[in-house]
């Protein structure tokens, strides 16, 4: 049986998302998976910030001579073990998760988070 890396496609129309996976070579693109080994998610306005790899999963199915597609040998060499995007990929991802982090919309709201600020000050 030959093993290929390759995506998955999900979502739906103008809205893709894609699995990163290790399949049988002979199955097609949405058919069953041996591993689920991340995802990429085209939509992500951070570029760094679209790929999740499970590296070692990746590392394992690559020495058992799994071969990756054009696409997903790109993405391994950027974001996997030794990649070239890894700082930029963990950067752009807190900036992601900075933005996604839910912000007070009343007044009431802010005045209840800065309290606590103000206290832990007061006891110093």
């Not at 999740?52 to 054009?70: F, H, M, R, S, Y």
């Amino acid at each position: 049986m030959a093993v290929r890396i390759r995506m998955k496609k999900l979502g739906r129309l103008h809205r893709p998302f894609y699995r990163i996976c290790a399949m049988d070579s002979r199955a097609p693109r949405g058919g069953r998976v041996l591993q689920e080994l991340g995802t990429y998610d085209p939509m992500v306005p951070e570029t760094d910030a679209r790929v999740i790899l499970d590296v070692e999963g990746v590392e394992k199915w690559l020495a058992v001579g799994a071969q990756p597609t054009p696409k997903v040998a790109v993405l391994i060499k950027k974001y996997g073990k030794n990649g070239t995007h890894l700082e930029a990929q963990k950067a752009a991802q807190a900036k992601l998760a900075e933005a996604r982090k839910p912000r007070p919309t009343s007044t009431r709201m802010i005045k209840a988070q800065a309290a606590p600020a103000v206290t832990e000050e007061a006891a110093e």
